[in-house]
């Protein structure tokens, strides 16, 4: 797996030497897959070369890549250009219905928070008030749900869920589904 970490530092860079584009549209999706595109495909396949070749990346040629990468991430999403360019400061959005479309994603509760418009304090806040639990419980309690339901009605194998549904392993998935509905996944899918 190759993972860029764009910092507001990199993009800051790219700006140095690039317009910035004039489009504003932004994507009410904050975490989103992106489509496959040759582009994207050719930058991982040459880094792949690198890694291949045991050659290690130094910061030079890791900058360069990072620029790349946003580079064509830019001319992919033309949309995409206005999150970036923002630096994180995203809009303040329904924590509902931003939890209930991004709930899978795996990323940190600081991130929920920041692509929610809110700081991690005030999003710990509402989220409380709001869904009457801590962010943590609730994620778990609602990939869980979502559990059950594809398990039950759709007759998935646990075992192709937990990944899915954000759980680190199947151990973990299968103590928390047991904690919370009396009963092993395994077991309610061969019910």
């Given amino acids: 797996m190759i993972c860029f970490n764009i910092t507001g530092k990199e993009i800051e860079n790219y700006l140095q030497n690039n317009i910035q584009p004039g489009h504003n549209v932004h994507s009410p999706v904050t975490?989103?897959?992106l489509p496959r595109h040759i582009l994207l495909e050719e930058l991982f396949t040459s880094i792949k070369l690198c890694m291949e070749q045991n050659?290690?990346?130094?910061s030079?040629?890791?900058c360069i890549k990072l620029q790349e990468c946003i580079y064509i991430l830019t001319l992919i999403d033309k949309g995409i250009s206005y999150?970036?360019?923002t630096f994180g400061k995203?809009?303040?959005r329904n924590l509902r219905q931003f939890m209930e479309s991004n709930y899978m994603f795996n990323t940190s509760l600081k991130q929920f928070a920041e692509f929610s418009g809110r700081s991690l304090s005030t999003f710990r806040r509402e989220f409380l008030k709001e869904?009457?639990?801590s962010p943590?419980?609730?994620l778990i309690n609602k990939r869980l749900e979502v559990a059950w339901i594809k398990i039950r009605e759709e007759g998935k194998k646990p075992s192709e869920l937990y990944w899915e549904l954000v759980f680190e392993t199947q151990p973990h998935f299968t103590r928390c589904f047991k904690a919370k509905y009396g009963v092993t996944p395994g077991k309610l899918y061969k019910e």
């Fill in 31 to 33: 975490l989103q897959k």
């Fill in 55 to 58: 050659y290690l990346l130094d």
């Fill in 60 to 62: 030079k040629l890791t």
């Fill in 83 to 85: 999150t970036l360019f």
């Fill in 90 to 92: 995203y809009p303040r």
């Fill in 131 to 133: 869904f009457g639990l």
């Fill in 136 to 138: 943590t419980r609730w």
